[in-house]
């Protein structure tokens, strides 16, 4: 086991330096399916008790695997597994080089940062995913990529400066470089809060919290098929992973932190689909959908928080939800790519195998969701707020099921599938309807199948509680259907492009406003009775003519000076 706990991150470190050296096409696509292999090796047959010191790395780097690392390193394993093999097809020979060696340094830092234990060797691969995915991101060339790539850019770094911060102070404060001797510390320390805010801020970037969240919805829907899977299934978890292991969970701590992080996660769950319901292509309906589904995982991150007796029970269902929506949202992502074949059985089966992932994200009876979301109300704290709150996400992600069906209706084409797309988007959504048979294998080794079964086949009471949202998600979605209601548009990234486009009206062209809107998503709308000019910030995001991002820098050197003030405090 050890062996392959180093060849987990090995591996795709050394398939990146093959593709570096610009070998044939044919072997850029075998490597980018095949260096998950060692990874996914390990999940599957390891006890989940693992550990390997590397001290001649960092400053002596710790590898481990636990039972809460190993369900998210099989999550990342299967999806980015089946979307290698997805992209292996997908890919087209124009500037695929380039998408290979992004592809494979990204999946080695997701692979790292779950398996590294010290804090050093966490940092450097939660970066290197972070900054790596930049080309993922803007691969087309296109516009709209490039303006998601730097809103990308400028988030990424403000959370990268966040999190360093918080990890410097946490580790100064711990005595140790240990990200299992931080959580301790930070409950006990007199600047604890100000170190809890900074981590939870710097883990939320990446988890996409509201006012955070901004370029996850831009940088989804312009990336290719296969890096829009692993980027809402698998690189966003690295943010939830980061609150288990370094945040105070079982520790007493004061009480309003787990109300107030209640309170955002319910925000993004419900502010995320009522946006989600806006859009105008499936994946950024998706990308919408994971901002609501990260904030339910958010919400049970503070009931633990809150409830440290029930903290242990909750992690475990955090991984679970973060299981059964990683390989569903993957593959919804990938269905976005397939074509639909000419005979009328074979699109027929495509189609139910589109709509079975949906609704199970909404907890759709005898699937993963199902029994992702019975795990949560049962650990849950005896209170109807939590209940409310879990009720309502399952409405709002039913009507957001069917809003992406919808847009899927009129933007899928016929056609045939490149090789290999049509086998990577079977294999992962095959993963994400049958995960269920596995899902409580994978935590618990005393789970057999009479109690798999008693979570599929639940009492009447658990199945109509599962049921009459997904009912009443599908009637209010018939009737705005009926009465031909349409959702005011609202454009991908909400926030960032309602300011960008604010300041080049406010500098003097209501046109140039309107054309800008539209050159970077659909959706324009007339809405801006704005006067103020705002030319010091026109440039806002934009690339200077040496291919620097300005306010990526200037990020940069405000945190760095947050940095040296706090570590002086």
């Not at 312009?222 to 288990?244: Q, T």
């Not at 925000?267 to 950024?284: D, E, S």
């Not at 899928?412 to 095959?430: F, R, S, Y």
Request: include cysteine.
């Amino acid at each position: 086991m050890t062996v392959l706990l180093l060849a987990a991150i090995a591996v795709p470190l050394l398939c990146a330096l093959l593709a570096f050296r610009g070998r044939p096409a044919w072997l850029l696509r075998g490597l980018m399916p095949a260096a998950v292999l060692p990874a996914l090796s390990l999940a599957v047959t390891s006890n989940g008790d693992e550990a390997l010191a590397l001290p001649y790395l960092f400053y002596g780097a710790v590898w481990s695997l636990d039972e809460l690392r190993r369900l998210f390193l099989l999550l990342t394993a299967v999806l980015w597994g089946a979307a290698g093999l997805y992209a292996a097809g997908y890919m087209g020979s124009d500037r695929l080089r380039r998408y290979c060696i992004c592809w494979l340094l990204t999946l080695a830092g997701n692979l790292g940062l779950i398996l590294s234990a010290d804090l050093p060797g966490f940092y450097a691969f939660f970066a290197l995913m972070t900054f790596a995915a930049y080309g993922l991101v803007v691969h087309d060339g296109d516009r709209p990529s490039r303006h998601a790539g730097r809103v990308y850019l400028i988030m990424a770094l403000l959370g990268e400066m966040l999190l360093l911060v918080g990890l410097l102070l946490a580790s100064r404060a711990a005595g140790s470089l240990m990200l299992a001797d931080l959580p301790p510390a930070l409950a006990a320390a007199p600047n604890g809060p100000l170190m809890m805010g900074l981590l939870w801020l710097g883990f939320g970037v990446k988890a996409g919290l509201p006012l955070l969240h901004f370029w996850l919805p831009l940088a989804h829907p312009v990336a290719p098929a296969p890096a829009s899977a692993v980027l809402s299934g698998a690189m966003i978890k690295a943010g939830l992973l980061g609150w288990l292991l370094v945040l105070p969970l079982g520790e007493p701590i004061a009480a309003y932190w787990g109300m107030l992080i209640a309170a955002v996660g319910a925000i993004a769950a419900l502010g995320g689909a009522a946006i989600g319901l806006c859009q105008r292509t499936p994946k950024a309906v998706l990308a919408y959908s994971s901002i609501s589904q990260m904030g339910l995982m958010t919400v049970l991150l503070a009931a633990a928080l809150g409830e440290p007796r029930q903290a242990a029970v909750l992690v475990t269902v955090i991984a679970l939800y973060a299981l059964h929506h990683g390989l569903a949202k993957g593959a919804l992502f990938l269905a976005t790519g397939v074509k639909l074949p000419a005979n009328a059985g074979s699109r027929m089966l495509v189609w139910i195998l589109v709509v079975l992932p949906a609704l199970s994200l909404a907890g759709l009876p005898f699937t993963s969701g199902a029994v992702a979301k019975l795990l949560a109300k049962s650990a849950l704290p005896p209170s109807p707020w939590w209940g409310v709150v879990l009720t309502t996400g399952a409405v709002a992600t039913t009507l957001l099921a069917l809003r992406f069906l919808h847009c899927m209706r009129g933007s899928i084409k016929e056609g045939t599938n490149p090789q290999w797309v049509a086998p990577g988007w079977l294999l992962c959504t095959g993963a994400a309807l049958l995960g269920v048979w596995w899902m409580p294998w994978t935590t618990t080794p005393g789970w057999d199948a009479a109690a798999i079964l008693g979570l599929i086949l639940p009492a009447w009471g658990k199945a109509w509680s599962l049921a009459w949202p997904l009912a009443a998600g599908g009637l209010i979605g018939g009737a705005a259907w009926r009465i031909g209601r349409r959702p005011p548009p609202i454009p991908s990234g909400d926030g960032i492009v309602w300011f960008a486009a604010l300041t080049r009206y406010g500098a003097g062209s209501a046109k140039r406003a309107a054309a800008y809107m539209g050159s970077i998503g659909p959706g324009a709308v007339d809405w801006m009775p704005w006067t103020a000019r705002l030319e010091h910030l026109q440039r806002w995001g934009e690339i200077g003519d040496d291919g620097a991002c300005r306010e990526a820098g200037l990020v940069f050197l405000v945190f760095a000076a947050l940095i040296a003030a706090l570590l002086f405090w």
